[in-house]
């Protein structure tokens, strides 16, 4: 089964993904013309507003969410991956893809809060949502919620669930399903609490979590210092081909970044547009933007960081798929993954490194796992909206926390490759969508940009954006108009 999951990655992580993903996020930084860079400071304060209602969650709280969902194992096992098959050049990838899917995920929160509806007590969106709304196309919609919940409820988990239980196998010698079951129990209680309960716990895990970790890579790069200008040559250098002994590997270390980047910061996939639809703003793009800036928190700081500390201690080795014997051997017989990482931490903390790093892998991992059941929710509550049938929120709870103890105790490399195929096959209908879509979040954009050089607080009305089918933002604007 594993030889026929790796074939399937091998079709679907073509370099046809690969240049899709940098073409569509060179698109979307030029025709909104850098909207992550030039509304940085603006990123930045929309986080502290704190707008909540009974049906809503606030902005930081979205952002949590959301970061919780690109926060996980790729920033910790992902990225050491990236450098064991693409060499140190696919850091520099890396953060490119990043840099340039800032835009594409403000692009796709955007759309999710314009179309965004109320559903009970809560507000529901995400890329099925505004594929109906805005393309009008339902069977389109129809499929990329089939391929989301079946990817986020079946296919992924079990990435997160496996790393926690590898993690504490290697730091505190538990068994696998032990961590397993434990985890299992625990999701339950949040999942079958709704969105409030997992957005509290958003809330309070990932800024502790997120903060706790660069400290400690901070620590390492301070003590390794002397070597930071060398690992930074090392990198441009075996990106650009420069370098004596990676300079062959120029498009494997693009392949690989673009592929770990995605994966790690999901900018495109349309993950993020379902905790950003839940957030009570007063315009789209004010989410938008601050979907942007959980991208460069992500990939640019967390990513680069792990990476540095991994490549300026020396603890990896590099071998390129299809070569027998590796091109670099440092830590030899050592698995590419946490594994580098806990390495890297232990030239500063000693044994502590490695238990640092499981707890950390816990927290990333199963903040994730809270966002991801978030998500096949919602896409099954478009379903369900369509095939009224109401016992499939349950089956979802139920297989979603058996998965996620199957993942436990099943290899790493068939659920890398699982998670592998949900996620590009979500990339390629997304990215899609998202470029057919570019005229009513431009819109939106250029709607926002007007209103604050107007010196005002922007309030959206999507008919004076010249924007069809958001019928909730109609019944906003007509209750604050100004």
Same mark, same amino acid.
């Given at each position: 089964m594993?030889?026929t999951?790796?074939?399937?990655?091998?079709y679907?992580?073509?370099?046809?993904l690969?240049?899709?993903?940098l073409?569509?996020?060179?698109?979307?930084t030029l025709?909104?013309?850098?909207?992550?860079?030039r509304y940085l400071p603006?990123?930045?304060r929309?986080?502290?507003?704190?707008?909540?209602s009974?049906?809503?969650?606030?902005?930081f709280?979205a952002f949590?969410m959301?970061?919780?969902?690109?926060?996980?194992?790729?920033?910790i096992?992902?990225?050491a991956?990236?450098i064991?098959a693409?060499?140190?050049g696919?850091?520099?990838?890396?953060?490119?893809?990043?840099?340039?899917?800032?835009a594409a995920?403000?692009?796709?929160?955007?759309?999710a809060q314009?179309y965004k509806t109320?559903?009970g007590?809560?507000?529901r969106?995400?890329s099925?949502?505004?594929?109906?709304?805005?393309?009008k196309?339902k069977?389109f919609?129809?499929?990329v919620a089939?391929?989301?919940c079946?990817?986020?409820?079946?296919?992924?988990?079990?990435?997160?669930a496996?790393?926690?239980a590898?993690s504490?196998?290697?730091a505190f010698?538990?068994?696998?399903w032990v961590?397993?079951?434990a985890v299992?129990?625990?999701?339950?209680?949040l999942?079958?609490g709704?969105?409030?309960?997992i957005a509290r716990?958003?809330d309070r895990m990932i800024?502790l979590m997120a903060l706790?970790y660069?400290?400690?890579?901070?620590?390492?790069l301070?003590?390794h210092?002397g070597?930071?200008?060398?690992?930074?040559?090392?990198?441009?250098g075996?990106?650009?081909?420069?370098?004596?002994?990676?300079? $062959?590997?120029v498009? &494997?270390?693009? @392949?690989? #970044?673009?592929r770990?980047?995605? *994966?790690?910061?999901v900018?495109g /996939?349309g993950?993020a547009?379902?905790?950003?639809?839940?957030?009570?703003?007063s315009?789209?793009v004010?989410?938008?933007?601050?979907q942007?800036f959980s991208?460069?928190?992500?990939?640019?700081v967390?990513?680069?960081?792990?990476a540095?500390m991994?490549l300026i201690?020396?603890?990896?080795?590099?071998?390129?798929?299809?070569m027998?014997?590796?091109l670099?051997?440092?830590?030899?017989?050592?698995?590419a $993954?946490?594994a580098? &990482?806990?390495? @890297?931490? #232990?030239?500063v903390?000693?044994? *502590?490194?490695?238990?640092f790093v /499981?707890v950390?892998i816990?927290?990333?991992a199963?903040?994730c796992?809270?966002a991801?059941?978030?998500?096949a929710?919602?896409a099954?509550l478009?379903?369900?909206q369509?095939?009224k049938?109401?016992l499939?929120?349950?089956?979802?709870?139920l297989?979603?926390?058996?998965v996620?103890f199957?993942g436990?105790?099943q290899?790493?490399?068939?659920?890398?490759?699982?998670g592998d195929i949900g996620?590009?096959?979500m990339?390629y209908l997304?990215?899609? @969508?998202?470029?057919l879509?570019?005229?009513?979040?431009?819109r939106?954009?250029?709607?926002?940009?007007?209103q604050?050089k107007a010196g005002?607080d922007p309030?959206f009305?999507p008919?004076?954006?010249?924007?069809?089918g958001a019928?909730?933002?109609v019944?906003y604007?007509?209750?604050?108009?100004?």
């Open positions: 594993e030889q999951v790796n074939t399937l990655v091998d679907i992580w073509g370099n046809g690969v240049y899709l993903a073409a569509v996020g060179l698109y979307f025709a909104s013309r850098g909207v992550q860079f603006e990123m930045i929309l986080l502290r507003e704190r707008q909540e009974g049906a809503g969650i606030s902005p709280q949590c959301s970061l919780s969902g690109r926060i996980g194992v790729g920033n096992a992902g990225v991956t990236a064991a693409g060499g140190p696919a850091v520099f990838w890396m953060v490119v893809m990043a840099l340039l899917g800032a995920a403000f692009t796709e929160s955007t759309l314009i109320e559903v007590t809560e507000y969106g995400g099925p949502y505004y594929i109906e709304k805005g393309l196309l069977g919609a129809v499929l089939v391929v989301i079946l990817s986020y409820g079946v296919l992924v988990p079990g990435i997160q496996n790393t926690i590898a504490f196998d290697q010698g538990l068994p696998s961590t397993g079951a299992s129990l625990f999701l339950a209680f999942i079958f709704g969105t409030k309960r716990a958003a800024p706790g660069v400290c400690l890579m901070l620590a390492v301070v003590a210092a070597r930071i200008p060398e690992t930074v040559g090392l990198i441009v075996s990106a650009f081909g420069t370098d004596a002994l990676f300079g $062959g590997m498009g &494997t270390a693009v @392949a690989w #970044g673009v770990r980047a995605v *994966f790690s910061n900018a /996939a993950e547009t379902f905790s950003s639809a839940a957030a009570e703003v315009h789209p004010k989410q938008g933007l601050v942007g991208v460069y928190i992500d990939t640019v967390v990513c680069s960081a792990t540095v991994i201690t020396g603890m990896y080795n590099v071998q390129p798929p299809g027998d014997t590796p670099v051997a440092n830590i030899p017989g050592v698995a $993954g946490a580098y &990482t806990q390495a @890297a931490l #232990g030239t903390f000693g044994s *502590f490194g490695g238990i /499981a950390g816990f927290f990333f199963f903040t796992l809270m991801y059941y978030y998500i929710e919602t099954l478009y379903l369900d369509k095939l049938y109401p499939l929120g349950r089956a979802l709870r297989v979603f926390l058996a996620v199957a436990s105790v290899s790493a490399g068939l659920m890398w490759g699982l996620f590009g096959s990339c997304n990215l899609i @969508a998202i470029v879509l570019s005229r009513p979040a431009l939106a954009l250029r709607d926002y940009d007007r604050r005002i309030v009305d008919r004076a954006a010249g924007i069809d019928d909730f933002w019944e604007a007509r209750r604050h108009r100004r």
